[in-house]
């Protein structure tokens, strides 16, 4: 009997204070913008009878629902599932030994202990470096007693070839030591992510 009052409490906090919604939106940002939910009903609801607390609380549970499921959803793949494959850097140290297939190689990450690309860099701490990858629908390795220049802060494109001719045949002709970007058609780049610096 205590168990059960405990558990209808839990659920009730739950439900009351949004939490499935407040986990959705701390592992996934982006659901930040959603406005409301709408649930598909068998019943038509023509007119609302009741006190407003009801109705408040119906559509809390439906919020709860509708959060938990989308949680269970979205946790279900993995955050790898979205890169198809690599593209292109905007350079390589030692091509193709620290490609940016490094980056997406899971062997290195168990043999090694490092999933990693290295640039050749640049003297000029404000000349931008660059990783592509095709995409489906923090840490750097340098090797210890040689001059590094850290990145300063990250930023995220995305767009498409300006020549759709051969997407497949691109990207596999794309993956040399040769620049590409403009290449590209860029339709959305983000804000300037500041990296820490180690």
Known sequence: MLCNWFLLTLRFAVIANGLCKQLCVKYFPQLVVVAGVVEPSSRKDSVE???????????LERDHRAYACLFQALKAFAV???????????STDRYPDESIANTLDLRERFLWGYCYWSSKGQSDPDVPESLIYGLNASFSYFQPGLPICSTKCLRFRVGYLKSSTDVKSNLVQFQTEQWVDDKF???YTSQEFPMAQV
């Open 49 to 59: 009878i009741g006190s407003s607390t009801r109705m408040e609380w119906e559509v």
């Open 185 to 187: 058609i860029w339709t």
């Open 80 to 90: 790898t599932d979205c890169i198809a494959d690599t593209v292109n850097a905007s």
